[in-house]
């Protein structure tokens, strides 16, 4: 396995990672023997969150009796106020069974509000770093699915690590992944499959380690044959090949006309749908086999897919000429099927 510095946190972490999210449809036993296995690979990063239901726990009962301290331990949490992501952190610690959290990120930030919060006096940002003074965290980072976010966090120091969207066809952060390195902020590929619709895990992470302003990919595994791949593929030597390359541009052209990058181009939506996450959502349930942790984030949104009137607003700001409507229609059938089950 390689090993590569996560910026200006100094710490040394496997090319590839662990993500937590697929573990929810399997046990804490099960995660155990992943754990086992990961340690056998040389993977020692693993990336969870609050939001994953039962990860946190999963993963602390897995990586007791002594496999802790064999792990980079990252989680995060969703809250932008002080006292919310103080809490989140201790809720963290005792799921985990764990004294510290190596990286705790501030998750999924997007809007102004989000922002001012989170880096103000009183938000969350305030807390991690007094939790970092209390020996509880040691690093902490930010994730993001829009380019505006991803500029954004690099105008804020204390941000060590930003998670982003990166993939053969997710390309749009590359600029800034370039500058994150310059300042050596330390650059986490989530999605490394797009969601699961990029079927080839080899040159799926060929075609994202090959990158040097990318410190590590963190793909979602539930089976200890994806950790082999994962951990073969990050284990090969050299830049990509012809073939491989031709096959990059074919999964791109395969995919560019029917994926959304989660640019956030097409809103503001004019009945209130967030646009990407109700794809995002659709991919939770037809990939990850995780259909009840779906259908509740989905239920959770004021509006859904099935609430589009056709203005046909969103596809006129579409950088992708994305057929949005069709694939909302797409969305709100995936989740009305999956009820009548």
């Known amino acids: 396995m390689k090993y590569r510095v996560l910026g200006k946190t100094g710490l040394q972490v496997s090319a590839v990672g662990f993500g937590g999210i697929p573990i929810q449809r399997i046990d804490a036993a099960g995660t155990r023997v992943l754990m086992e296995k990961l340690i056998e690979k040389g993977v ?27 792990f980079i331990l990252a989680t995060k949490s969703m809250s932008r106020g002080y006292e919310d992501m103080a809490r989140d952190i201790e809720t963290s610690l005792q799921n985990l069974k764990t004294d510290h959290i190596d990286l705790y990120q501030i998750h999924n930030i997007k809007t102004d509000e989000d922002f001012e919060l989170a880096f103000s006096e009183h938000g969350a940002a305030a807390a991690i770093k007094d939790a970092m003074k209390a020996g509880k965290v040691r690093h902490l980072g930010a994730t993001a699915h829009s380019v505006e976010s991803f500029e954004r966090l690099l105008t804020y120091p204390e941000v060590e690590t930003i998670m982003f969207p990166y993939n053969i066809v997710e390309s749009q952060g590359e600029a ?5 390195a310059e300042q050596n902020v330390g650059i986490i590929a989530m999605k490394p499959l797009a969601g699961g619709n990029i079927t080839d895990g080899t040159i799926a992470m060929r075609y994202i380690l ?45 995919l560019s006309g029917n994926f959304c990058r989660r640019c956030g181009y097409c809103a503001p939506c004019t009945v209130g749908i967030d646009i990407p996450s109700m794809f995002l959502f659709e991919n939770y349930l037809k990939h990850y086999d995780l259909s009840n942790w779906a259908r509740s984030r989905y239920a959770s949104q004021k509006a859904k897919a099935d609430d589009c009137v056709g203005c046909g607003k969103c596809e006129e700001r ?24």
């Open 318 to 341: 579409c950088p992708y000429e994305l057929p949005i409507r069709e694939k909302l229609k797409s969305v709100a059938a995936a989740f009305e099927a999956d009820e009548n089950m």
């Open 176 to 180: 800034l992944m370039h500058r994150a």
């Open 44 to 70: 020692n990063f693993i990336d969870t969150a609050r939001g994953y239901t039962v990860s946190e726990s999963y993963l602390g009962q897995a990586l007791s009796g002594g496999l802790r301290e064999k």
């Open 210 to 254: 090959q990158n040097p302003d990318c410190t590590l990919a963190i793909p979602g595994m539930a089976t200890v044959e994806e950790i082999e791949q994962n951990a073969a593929a990050a284990e090969m030597d050299g830049p990509l090949t012809k073939e491989e390359l031709d096959e990059c541009a074919a999964i791109r052209a395969e």
